[in-house]
Structures are given as structure tokens and as C-alpha cells.
């Protein structure tokens, strides 16, 4: 089982995490820009995390045989704080980096009119720099943001195939699914959702545009998720072409928008396999 994980905070993470990824058959991972549980008080604290989210992050993951990618934006939670806000105009020179395949997490924590400017202009930063975005979904009142976030998607023009609403469960999934944009499930142990759950989802929902995640962050959270829900789908019946579907082809398909995926020199099990297959440049139609 071959498995990209397309959420997935390895900055809060150990190196034995970094091992059982690949021992679980994680080649690939895409790390999101987020909060860092104790507030920044500066710009420059964004730029030091930045500047690990595209250098040291990706050589810790290159010695345990993962290609690591990033997504970088002035998360929601942190949009509220004026001490950071001017990280907003920092965020271009990152967006045009190799390794950066996404904006994101971008999108509502507490549905506030900074969180809305935020959003907006990353929405627009993605258009200029011809890059998908990954939008994060309030854990509370879940309904309203999700409404929120995609007339919000609606307005900024951006196509709605570049965008991937995460988080999403049993009660916002019927609100994304004709939206055009990718759906993603962040796979917790106690909280929020589940594999079985996810599982049960595919199957009335599809796997088309899906993606599954670990998120693996500050909290509570393990990062197999994917592999465990990869299993949890051939127990169900799925079949192995339709679990790699979910876990490699779809995360493959999404952040090849950016043209910058680069998986063949650390997988080059897979790159034999796949020889000649476009998708592992990313340049998949
Ligand atoms: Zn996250």
C-alpha cells in the first residue's frame, strides 16, 4: 500500500513518527502551515517556521525515505492576532518556492471579519501564484463555516477543483459534494472522525475527490491514520486499486495542480513500478 499524506504536522513530530510512516508505506506528505499552540508574537517567528517548513522539514523526512512538501499561509486562528498580521505580505516569496504545492491551512476558526480578510486574500494569493489551497473547516459550528467557506470559495473566483475543504464529516460532507471541490477527512483516535466512519462515507459518497488524512498535531493524534484507514477500506471490500486511489492517486492528482510535486528520487521503489507514468511528476490531467 503506497500512501501520500496530504495533512500531516511533522514539525510535532518524533523521528520513530518519520520510521513507522514508512514502514506503514508512507512515501510522500504534504505539511500544512499552522499554529504552534503557544501564540507567535511576531513576523519573524512565522518566517523562522517558514523558512523549517521548506529546509529542515524536508531533509528530516528525505533520511527516512519520505518526500516531504509543504503548504504555507497565515493560518485562522493566528489571522486574529494584529502582532502577526503583516505576515500576510511575507507569504509571496514562500508561494513561489520549489516544495510549496498548496496555500493552506487557510479558511475559519471562529468565523471572525479577520479571519474573512485572511481568507480572502489567500484565496487570491493562490489565483496569482497558480497554486491549489487547503481550507481548513471550524470545529465548532460546523454547518455555518462550511456554508461560509464555500460562498467565500464562490466569490474568489479561484476554480473549485483547486480547493480542498478538510475536516469534513457525516454533517457538512452533503454540502461540499456538488460543489466541485475536493473533500478531505482528517482521521483522529477519540474526536471528530474515524475510520470506520470515513469508511462508511466513501461508500455512499464515493471516493472521487476524496482525500484522507492524519493531520497528526499538537493533540491527541496518530499518524498511520492513513494506513489504518487504507485497511479499514479493503476490510470493508474495497478493492486495493480504489484504496490507492484514496491514499496516493487523489492527493497525487490535487497537488499536481501546482506543476512542483517531485516524488520519483525518494521513492524509487514506486518510480520503478510506475516508470513512464506521468503521475509521479505530478503532471497527471
Ligand atoms: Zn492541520
Redesign the pocket.
Known amino acids: 500500500m503506497r500512501i501520500f499524506d496530504p ?1 500531516i ?1 511533522m514539525t510535532s513530530r518524533t523521528t520513530d513518527d518519520y520510521r513507522n510512516l514508512f514502514e506503514a508505506g508512507v512515501r510522500a506528505i504534504v505539511e ?1 502551515a ?1 499554529w504552534l499552540g503557544q501564540p507567535r508574537t511576531s513576523v519573524g517567528t512565522f518566517v523562522d517556521y517558514f523558512d523549517g517548513l521548506i529546509g529542515w522539514e524536508p531533509f528530516r523526512a528525505s533520511q527516512f525515505g519520505i518526500r516531504h512538501h509543504c503548504a504555507i499561509a497565515l493560518n485562522p486562528k493566528e489571522a486574529n492576532d494584529p502582532r502577526v498580521h503583516e505576515v500576510l505580505d511575507v507569504l509571496p516569496r514562500y508561494l513561489a518556492k520549489d516544495g510549496v504545492v498548496a496555500v493552506g ?1 487557510t479558511g475559519y476558526d471562529s468565523m471572525t471579519p479577520e479571519e474573512d480578510d485572511a481568507f480572502a486574500r489567500q484565496l487570491q494569493l493562490a489565483i496569482q501564484h497558480d497554486l491549489p489551497a487547503l481550507v ?1 473547516t471550524p470545529h465548532r459550528d460546523k454547518i455555518a463555516g462550511t456554508k461560509r467557506t464555500l460562498d467565500v470559495v464562490r466569490e474568489s473566483g479561484i476554480p473549485p477543483e483547486r480547493i480542498v475543504i ?1 475536516h469534513l464529516n457525516e454533517v457538512t460532507i452533503g454540502l461540499v459534494v456538488d460543489s466541485g471541490c475536493w473533500m478531505a477527512f ?1 482521521i483522529y483516535p477519540d474526536t471528530k472522525m474515524d475510520e470506520e466512519r470515513v469508511v462508511r462515507i466513501l461508500r455512499d459518497y464515493g471516493i472521487e475527490r476524496k482525500l484522507v488524512n492524519s ?1 497528526a ?1 499538537w493533540g491527541h493524534s496518530d499518524p498511520l491514520k492513513t494506513r489504518k484507514t487504507g485497511d479499514a477500506m479493503r476490510a470493508a471490500g474495497f478493492s486495493i486499486d480504489e484504496v490507492d486511489i484514496v491514499l496516493w492517486q487523489n492527493p497525487v492528482e490535487f497537488y499536481g495542480q501546482s506543476g512542483k510535486l517531485e516524488l520519483a528520487e525518494v521513492a524509487p521503489d514506486l518510480a520503478a513500478t510506475f516508470a513512464g507514468n506521468t503521475i509521479l511528476r505530478g503532471a497527471r490531467a
Open positions: 495533512h504536522h500544512p499552522f491551512e481548513h478538510d482528517s493531520a498535531d
